[in-house]
């Protein structure tokens, strides 16, 4: 989660730096936006995929003796 927030954060600043910069270079002015509702899509979609594989590992791990699972083969 720390690494998602921290993403997030250069990527926007990066973002903001490199439109800053690249502004005179071009004839068009663009307007920086950074569109939550694209960015949240598939920070949800990441966040779900984690809870469903979370859920299965703890399930199959569940099934399983604890002898079984200490056991080297």
Known sequence: ????AAGLVVGGVMGYYFINVLRPLFVLTPRYTLPIID???PVALVL???V??????SRLV???EP???????
């Open 48 to 50: 779900a995929a984690t």
């Open 39 to 41: 960015v949240l899509t």
């Open 1 to 4: 989660m720390a690494g998602a």
């Open 62 to 64: 569940h099934r399983l």
């Open 52 to 57: 469903v594989a979370t859920v299965a590992a």
């Open 67 to 73: 002898t079984e699972l200490l056991r080297d083969e």
